[in-house]
Each structure stands twice: as C-alpha cells, then as structure tokens.
C-alpha cells in the first residue's frame, strides 16, 4: 500500500525539478502514515481526525510559519514558545483584570510581539551576534516577564473571546473546524505569497543561500533579517493569541519547549538549518507529521509515559529515515 | 577617489591611493597579488569603509554605506569571487533585487524569459530555472557578469571576472563591453591577462603594495614596462617554456571507458609518468568532470582505472590519495579553502589527511614545508598564521596549490590552477611544474588558457560536449589556432 | 485487538473505557500515580485508553479530544493548570461524556462540565505544614529563620503549598522566610540551592521544600556543611514517598505532609457511579494524613511507594 | 586569548557581584578534611555542565549540535544507579553506563554523518526517546544507592579537592591533548569550515563526525554520573532537562561560532563557569524564583552585547567626543583642508 503510493510518487517525481522531491517525499509518507494508521486504529481514517490534527496544531503551524522565514535566512529563533506564553499571559491579564475589550487586546498583544521579534532582529543585525544567543536571551526574557505577571495560570472569560473562541464552523457531512484553523490557513497563504512573489521572500532566500553573497548583490540584507525576526515575533504573538483561544487561559508555563517543535517541524519539512532552502508547505507537512504522530499516540492508548517518548522518538526515526532514503534514491 | 586609505589589522592594504575613472572609458586595475585592487574596488562601492580619503562620484562627495547604496549611485559590480546564491535559479540570480513584477508580484515568466534572452547575448544558452549551482565555475561567472551590464548604471567594475573564461566568452565580453563604452559607461576593469588589458583597455592605473605606482595611457605603456611597474623590478625574460610531444613508455594512470552519465561520456586516457598532459575545451566541455572521476571526487558509472598496472578502485578522493593522485580544483571557494583556517593549516591539511589525527604534522616540517611555499609562490602577506579569508584572490589560489604540491604526488591533477595569479608567480608555477614534471611527476592540466596548456603539455586532450574527442601530441603543428579547430569541429578534422 | 475498545456507546453495558490523561512523568510521585490508576483499572476490569501529555495542557487537550472522537465511556485526567478547560469539556458534556478530575481541580464556573474532582488539597498540604511549625516553636520568642526550596515556578503545587503555609505562618512575625528559591521539584536543584543558601544565609533554622526529593537533597547539602539536619536545621516537607519516610524515620526530617498518588481505587468506583449514572459527590478528597517521625518508623514498612 | 577578555570580564563582574551581597563569598576555608565555599560549589556544580559542553564544542565545530546530551545524562545517570542497587558492583556500573553512553553517542553520529540527516533533528529523536529510555530504565522511579565509592564520582574529594573537579581538569586536559596536541582539532575545524573542501582535501570526515558525536555522548554519559552521584540516586524525569541549552549557551558565549569551523575549549569552560556563576549568584543573591530568567536573560545580553566588536565600536564611538559615525566623512574635512 505504502510502497505504491511512493512509487507513483517517484514515477511522478522525474518530471519534479529535485528542489521539490523533499517535499513530496513528506507529503507521500504523511500520507502513508494516515493509511496505516486507519488500517490500524478504528475510527481513525475520518476527515474529522484531519481537521482535529489542524484544530489542535494551528498555534504551532503559525508559529511555525514565522519560524521557517527565520531558518530560511540561515537564522533561528529560540523566543517563539516564550513569546506565545508572553502573549496568552497579557492577554489574559489585560482582560481579566482590568477588563479590557478583545479588540483593543489583540492587537497590542500582536504589536508587542512584533516589537519583541524587531528588537531581536535589530539586535542580531546591528551587533553581528549570533541569532541563536540572542534569542535565548529573549526566550529568558519573555519567560521572566510572564512570571512578573503573575505565576498562577490566568483563566479567560471575557464573552467575546470565549464565544469565537468557542465558534464550531460546520463543513459538510459532520465536519467541523474552528475559526483558529482558517487564521492559521490564511497565514500560510499570505506566507507563502510573500515567499514566492516578494522581494522579501526572494531576499529572505538569497539571505540564506549566502549572506555575503547577498550583500554584495546589493541586496537589503540587514533590513530582510530584522524582517523576519519581526515576522516571527509577530508570528508567535498570533500564536499565542489562538493558543488562548484554545486554552482560555494565559500561563507562564505555556507552550515550554515548543520553540523545539516549531524547528522540528520546519527541518522534518524538508527546510535546511543552514538556511536557503525549503518550503512553507513543508513547514505545514512538518507540523501536521507532529500532530499525527500526537493522534496516533492517543489511539493507541495503552502506551506508558516512557514508552509514549520512546514511540515518538521511533515514529520520528522511522518517518526521517524513509524520507531520507527516498529523496536520495530519486536524486541519484 | 583619492587619497584612500585602508587598514586591515595588521596589514595596510591601501595607502593613499588615487583612482580617476572617466566615461566612456574601460580603465585596467593593475597589480601584482595582493597590490590592493580588490580592496580598492570594496571601498569605492562601500563594502569597507575608507579610513581616508574621499570619493566624488560627478563632482558630489559620496560615501556609500553599502554595495546597495553604490547600486542605486548607478555603480554596479562583478566582484573577484562568484558572489552569487547558489541555492538560487539562474534567473533569480540574475535579476534578484529589481524582479520584474505585476502588480505587485514578481512575474516570474517573464524573468525567466528576460533572462534566457540576456545570456543568449552571451552566446550562452542554458536553462534559467536551474539551481546556479549546478553549473560550473565559468557560467557562474558569465552569470555574474549577465547580472552587472543588465543593471542600468554609469560605472561598471569587473574584478577579474574572466579568470576562469575561455577565449569565446571573453571575446563576447569584450564586445559587450565596447558597446557599454560607447554608451559613455565608465568602466574599471581588473586582470592578470595582460593581452586582454592590452586589447581593451584605455588607460591603467597601477598599484603596488597598497600604493599608487601610476596611471598611464594603455598605448604609451609597454608589456615589460607595465610589467616592472607592478612588480616593482624588470621581469626576467618569461622563459619560452614549450612543452613538446615526447614519448614515455611508463603508464601511470589508465582510464579505460570511464564515464558518468550526465556528467562525461566514457573515455579512455593514459597519462605515463613524467608526462603533462593537458585538457582543451570550451566551458562546461567536461573538463572538470574528468578531473573529478580520476581523483573519484564524483563516482563513475563506468568503466576502470587502472594505477601504475594495477587495477584501482578510485571511490573516493582519500582512496585517490592512496594512490598518490593529488586534485587541486577550480573552485577554491567551494572546494578548496577552509576560510577560517591559517594559511599554515590550510597548506598541511592533505598532508594531515594522509597521515590521520593521531600523527600530526611535526612543528619543524611545517614551518619548513610551509615558508618553502610562501616563499616560492611569493604567498602575502608572508605570513603563515594569517587567517586564509583574509588574502587576496590570488594568493589564495597559491595556498590551495601549495597544499597539493607539498605532497609530492605521482599523478597531480591542475583544474585552473593559475586562475586570478599575477604574470610573476604564473611564470614561477609553470615553472614549478615542468620542473615536477623533468622529476617523473605525471600531470593532468587543465586551463582555459589554450596558450598556457599548449606551453606546458606533451599531449593535448580535446574535449567537446563533455566527450574527449582527441588526444594530441603536443607537436610543432600544434598551436592555440589548430586547437582552436579541433575543439569547433568535434576532432573530426 | 489493536482496534481499541472504544466502540462502547456510552451505556452501563459491560466493559467500560476510560479514556486517561495524565499530566505526564514528571516525578516518582506522579509514576506512581500512574500505576495506581493503571493497576486498580484493571482489578476493575475497566478498559483504560492512558496517554501522557508532557506536562503540556494543550496536549491533554488534544487527548481528550481524541477521547471524544473515540468515544469512550468515561474521560479522566488531572489538569496541568485549573484554567483553561471549558472549551474541550463542553465538547465532551455535547458528546455526553463524563469527566472526573484528578489531583488538581479547574477554574471554571461552569461545575456541570464535570461530574466530581477527586484529589488532594495544595493549599491544605501547606497549612498542615505551616501548623505543625506554629505548633513547634509556639514557645519560642527568637525570629524563626526559614528557608523555603519551591516547586516549579508556577506549577500548581508549588503556588499553592506556598501560599496555604505562608498563610498560616504569616499571622505571627517571629517567622520570617529569609530566602525562598525554586528547586524544580528535584534532589540535584534542591542540593545545588541549600548549598548557596547554607553560604549566603548562615543562621538558618527551619527549611520547608515543597516535595520530599528537593528536601532530600537538601539534606546532603547541610550534612556537607557540617551541620545536622533534623537538629541545626528542622525540615519539613511534603508528599511521603518512601525516600522521603525513610529520612524522616532515620531523624533527618522532622514533619512530612502526605500527599497521596494512590488515587486509582477511588477512581475506579467513581467511574463505575458516573458511568451508572448514579449521583456522586462534588468533591471527594483524598484520604490523606501527616507523618512525624515515630509515625513514620511504624508507618514504613507498608509504604507501597 | 584577547578573545576571551571579555566573557573574563563578565565572570568578574558575576562574582564582584557576589562579594557586594556575600561579603564572605572568596574565602574557602577547611571543613572536615576538604575545601569548602562559594567558589568551590561554583566549580563542583559546575562540572557536569563544563564537561557536556566540551563534548557540545567539538559537536558544534564540525557543524552541527546535539540536543539530546540531556537524555544521556538521565540515561547514564539512571543506568548505573540501577545496577547499582542490583548488585553493587560500582565499576562495573559505571563502565556499562559509559559504555551505553557512547553508543548512543555513535547512533547520533551514524544518523549524521551515515544516513546524512540534519544533526538537530538527528539529536532530537533521541533526545525524546532517550528520555523515555531513562525513565524506562527507572521505571519512571528515582533510584537511590547507597554506595560510598558510587557518591565519590560526584560528591567525594581527592586530596581535598571536589572530586568532581579533578575529572573535569582531567577530561579537559585529555581533550585539549587529542585536538590541539594531536591532529584533531585542526581536522574537526576543517570538517566544520568547509565540509566539501574537507572530503577533497582526502579528511574522513564522516569518521570524525562519528567520533565527535560519540565522544559528546561519553562527555554527558560522565557528568549524568557525577549528577547522580552527587544526589545518590538517579532522576530519569529530571536529570539533565535543558542541560543541551545551557551548553550550547556555554559554548557559544566561549566564542565558538555555531556554524562550525574554529572553536575554543578555553572560552567553552569560561561560558560554563559564567552560567553556573549566574546560577549561584541568583540563589545567593536572594533574586526572587519569578524575576531569576529576566535576571538570566539581561546577564546573557549583557554577554552577548559586550563580546561584540560592532557594539564596543558603537558604543565608544558615541561616547567618544563628538566624532561623526562614518570615518569617510570625517577625513573629507581633513583631505579638503
Ligand atoms: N578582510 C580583510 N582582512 C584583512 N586583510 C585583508 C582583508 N581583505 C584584504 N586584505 C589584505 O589586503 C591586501 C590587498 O588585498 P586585495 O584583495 O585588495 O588584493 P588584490 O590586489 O585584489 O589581489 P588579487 O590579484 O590576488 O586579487 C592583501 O594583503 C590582503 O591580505
Ligand atoms: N558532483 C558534483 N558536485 C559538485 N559539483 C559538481 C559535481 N559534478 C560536477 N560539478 C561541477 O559542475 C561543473 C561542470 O563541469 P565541466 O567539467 O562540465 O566544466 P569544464 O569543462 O571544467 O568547464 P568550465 O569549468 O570551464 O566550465 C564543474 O565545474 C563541477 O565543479
Ligand atoms: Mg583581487
Ligand atoms: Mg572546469
């Protein structure tokens, strides 16, 4: 079953320019993982299972998203998991204690999450210090400001909130999503756009590809790293704004660790850390393999905790493995 | 530009240099390795800011604070090293920076179709979709090029950018050039070939250690004039070195039907020891991808190697080294140099690779083998702990051959090895090599400098669309014009 | 049958499937919660469906979601944090599912989203320990100096055993928190922070650590400067494990506050009741008790954990 | 070592800072027949990180990083502490703890340098299952021991000196012996500036991408050791969580770049010793457990802006009397003139 859906895959793939076999090759065994896992579990193959995966995952695939500009530059940003708690938490705060309206909330929150991103960036740019110390700063940082805050969790109860929060979009035949998972499709389109048909975008890879090179090129390097620090700033600021529409609730202990899910779903896309090379749907595919390998954990239910990691570990072997083994097979 | 002055730490590399360029003009930066040029041309467009001096571009005071702003001044530049993205397509590499867009968005067919058409003016026709970095070292730079003359600009600087081309792409350079000079575009142009200064250029200016010697009218100024004027002494009379068609009776590297789909047709090749052997070709013939499988950089997919009579498995470029085959390929940037290493390191670091990491290098053998070769290549700053980023083009070319030549290999494969070296140390490393070659030494050689292979070699292989179409001896009817020929007609002449 | 059993439709017919989400395995305490749960389920023939969220509350959403696709009989877990959990359980009071809660409550205001919360009392835990201190020195008229070793910063626990003693102890000033730092619930941070309190702070009389371990490894650091815990220096700590009971019986801590992981058998029969639809109690504290330490030289022996 | 001049400098200030507070925080006095004080903790707690991150150097040297060091030390830490307890046979214990240790350590290798798998993601698996690993060796359980010689590795002393100490100056030693005595570092810095420069220059690099990754895995397999071993008993939730990130900092702030190429032990263990400096300064200082990462976050800038030459320029430039910005510009008045 797996191994027909990836030869047609590869009999396609000839005609692919071997920039996008990477991708395909995660696409063709995220399928396959879906199918066995129907095979396996009741219950499991129905568009329901899909969309949870999207329900469930769409903060990360925001944050996600801002992440890949970042790596894409040759760059990472450590701050995202730190700056989503940061942004649950001032939300939260801002509408429980002094009340203020959703709509005057968000976009602060927003704003100083791209503020946050800017700094970050500026600072990476101006003083040539490596990204990855100055957004462990700024993990710290944001952490500490969410425990300044208070260290209680938060809950959310302003009516607005929790009613889009709560909003169920009907699709056909049962299905459902929430509006969090057309936000975050929005930002992978409006990423994507940018990627592909900006200047930005174009930079953002050339960035990556070599930055002296760039710069030599005449090409706004500075401004396109402080860009896209900003857009992660701000990418992650969105995520936390749908992370508390899913938790209703801010926390400084939300999302721990989740700058590491974030960089594990851009690299498993297929997104080179080096910077210059991959794809947003990638990205998504990356995000979307993490929430499946999460569905197929909770279907099989009668894992302990160690062996729930073991199994991650294994089924994150496995699905690399193969998706090494077929893009260097097609690329020979 | 006057006056301009630079220091890098530890090494003054400008001082008070003074550099008229006028419109309508193509003006030769001339000087030995290291003399400064390419730091110049960084500071006029704002790489590095000058620690002196000024900068008027039309009579106003400038001062760029980057290549960007001089771009939007109307400076545009090919510098020395290829300094594209490879991970780009052809296209985007091309017009990267001012895309052509619809509303709003970059219209990729049509860059794509611009882009064929510019380098078709070229005379090249390649697929612009491509990633550039599945193409060779020479259409990069034709690349480069394509990219600074499509730019609508009043200066253009070209930094050595046809070191690694052959005559039929600097002949389409140059004329694009004198249509560009016409077009009353100033142009400053850098190169260690001295009849292609001679063929296009108007008037020189000359450095020498970071200072100004001079500028002269290109007609008033003779070859050995200019010559002693950048070195600083007369030139011994370039030996006539001629290599000459001999027979050797010793086979040391035997290709039978070598090949790699995609990359060479088959081939067979026999080069004796004590025999230089030279590859002629256009760009992208091959010429590299021969190189590559004898030293098995890249796996052949079929055929056999056979080593001094026995047969030899050529997988990988250590198991070439075993067999004492040594490999100094075009790219330094790419596959030669590790930038953040010495110079000492970067020499002994095939000799380190032979003896593995629990023998090092003793302390006195380096320092030996290493000044010989500072010494003998005139490597500068002569200095063995200097960082290899931090020299000049050429003379990081010299450190990447100093590392092969240290070890002393029975077969030495040259790709491009005088690619951006001065007419000095060119003539020293030809000679070096007839001297290796007098010892029993077998070398592969490769130039796109027809002239220099044919002054070197006993035997000539022509190659033409990555198939080896003939393989001459190197005899008096042999000249850059016959060769030229054979490589047009495919050797069925 | 890797199919799962999760066809249950909901009715008291036969088996039932409990679908589980533990906070993850943070601690030997939490394990052995996780085997209490584990184990009595299967003495009660209940089908258990467990997954571990890695102390991430979304990923005990995204759990209990998936238990809700499933449609299991019964949905339990204990909350990483009490806010936070209307949405998901309004899904599952829409697909008539029961919830219980374990260990920790939630904040919401709805109280029909779940059946009933068994567990302990943080807060409580913390007053027990800031009683029996009061009771200790009630004769004394010298500051009391004490250094408190904290749980994970913000974590439940560690919020609320703070404030329960604090507001026991707060109503006489003679006690004074002189230093108060996270020991991330563990033995290594709890050594490494009494180390450099025992340096910065020399006159300390009293440490209260928010578990057993930190306090355990609190213990090596005074014995490494000289001093004798127990006596220089009166520990106090909270949960019993069975490390922990030994140090006190062996005179090394001085008054533990049990806080009990074996919540399976409870569980069970309230799951039974819920499922029966039978009416249960809102609340249903654990049974739970203090140990000093001859309590503990006769208590030790049974410990199971 | 004008390099390492400023995260020097740093460390000073940590402990000037420490003295304002803890006017007794230089002396180290005797106690029962060892060195104690403030500055001794700082080395002995201090080690288990010093030794992950020279292996995370080397790691990081070649080009790439390894997150799942973290998990080696639980795994490590737990293994031993197991067998321990089953037998009391502590060398034995150790050695096989060591022994997995480096397997591990070349499974991370293989998947990089064989299979050609990007090193974060080839870490990543086992850091996830290694810490499952650990857990399942513990049974998700703290193991305590009670072996006197076991607490040695940890928390004894050797000639009054924390023994702990000793195998850090040892391990630093021996790897200061094989990269700079010894060929090594010249090849791993090879390998990491230029990995294609490398292979054509006849460097086996996969071999030496292996060795580095097993050799990291052996580092935190000690330290997992001497982590236990400090507390008598294994903690395979807890041992050693975001341990990888604290040595990555350590190296990073010692100098070393992140895309590989040269790297530097010294200004490893320097921004080992800083991290660790912070860590105590925060306990003893009394900085509140809420406010302790903004605390960590403005000392990390603070290391990061005052090691950058972009920033001391800017920052003297403008402190300087009244000289314009670009140098250009101000010679102009000079050349004109
Ligand atoms: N970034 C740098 N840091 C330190 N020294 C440098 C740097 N760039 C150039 N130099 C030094 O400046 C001097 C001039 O170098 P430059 O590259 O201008 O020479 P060049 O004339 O272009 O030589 P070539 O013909 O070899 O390209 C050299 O001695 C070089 O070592
Ligand atoms: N496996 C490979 N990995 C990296 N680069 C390769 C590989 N195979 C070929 N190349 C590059 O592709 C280029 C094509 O080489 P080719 O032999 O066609 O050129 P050539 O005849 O040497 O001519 P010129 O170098 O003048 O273009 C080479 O420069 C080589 O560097
Ligand atoms: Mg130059
Ligand atoms: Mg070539």
Redesign the pocket.
Known sequence: MTTAILDRLGARGRSVPAKYVPVLVTAGLFVAMFVAGGIRYEGFATGQVILNVFIDNAFLLVVAVGMTFVILTGGIDLSVGSVVALSTMISASLMAGPGWPPYLVVPLVLLIGSALGLVMGYIVHAFDIQPFIVTLAGMFLARGLCYTIGTDSIPIEDPTFTAFAQTRIDLFADLWISPSVVIAVVVVLVAAYVLHYTRLGRTVYATGGSEQSALLMGLPVGRTKVAVYTISGFCSALGGVLLSFYMLSGYGLHAVGMELDAIAAVVIGGTLLTGGSGFLLGTVLGVLVLGLIQTVLSFEGTLSSWWTKIFIGLLLFVFILLQRLFSARRRT | MSGIGKQ????R??DGVDLRLLPGEVHALM??????????I?VLTGV?PADSGTIELAGRTVSFAGPLEAQQAGISTVY?EVNLCANLSVAENIFIGREPRRRGRIDWKRMRARAAELLRRLELDIDVSAPLSSYSLALQQMVAIARAIDVEARVLIL??PTSSLDAGEVRQLFHVMRRLKEEGIAILF?S?FLDQIYEISDRMTI?RN?RLVGEYLTRELSQVALVSKMIGQELAELERLHGEARTFDRPLVEARELGRTGAVEPFSLTIHEGEVVGLAGLLGSGRTEIARLLFGADHATGGEVAVGGAPAALRTPRAAMAHRIAFCSENRKRDGLIPDLTVRENIVLALQATRGWTRPVPRDQQDELVGRYIKALKI??PNPD?LV????????QKVLLARWLILEPRLLILDEPTR???VGAKAEIQRLVTELSDGGMAVLFISAELEEVLRLSHRVGVLRDRRLVADLPNDDTLTTDTLMETIASGGRA | GGSGGGSGSGGGDGSITMGFAQVGAESGWRTANTKSVQESAKAAGITLKFSDAQQKQENQIKAIRSYIQQKVDVIAFSPVVESGWDTVLKEAKNAKIPVILTDRAVDSKDTSLYKTFLGSDFVEEGRKAGKWLVEQYKDAKDPVNIVELQGTTGSAPANDRKAGFQEIIGADPKFKIIASQTGDFTRAKGKEVMEAFLKANPDIDVLYAHNDDMGLGAIEAIEGAGKVPGKDIKIITVDAVHDGMQALADGKINYIVECSPLLGPQLMDLAKKVVKNESVPARVVTEETTFTQEQAKTALPSRKY | MKRLLWPLLVLAALLAVNLFFTPSFFSVEMKEGHLYGSLIDILRFGAPLILVSLGMTLVIATGGIDLSVGSVVAISGALACLRISEDGGVFSAVVLALGLCVLLGLWNGFLVAGVGIQPIIATLILMVAGRGLAQLIADGQIITVNSPSYKVIGGGYLLTVPFGILLVLVVLGVTAFLTRRLALGVLIESVGGNAEASRLAGIRSRGIVITVYAFAALCAGVAGLMISSNVSSADGNNAGLWIELDAILAVVIGGTSLAGGRFSLGGTVLGALIIQTLTTTIYSVGVPPETTLLVKALVVAAVCLVQSPKFRDKVFRRAGPRSSPRPAAEEKVRVTA
């Open positions: 890098f730490p530890g090494v590399a400008l000087g030995e390795n290291g003399a400064g040029k390419s730091t110049l960084k590095h020395q930094d050595e850098v260690h450095l970071g500068s700053p200097h980023r931090n020299l000049s083009g050429g003379n990081q951006g070296i001065d």
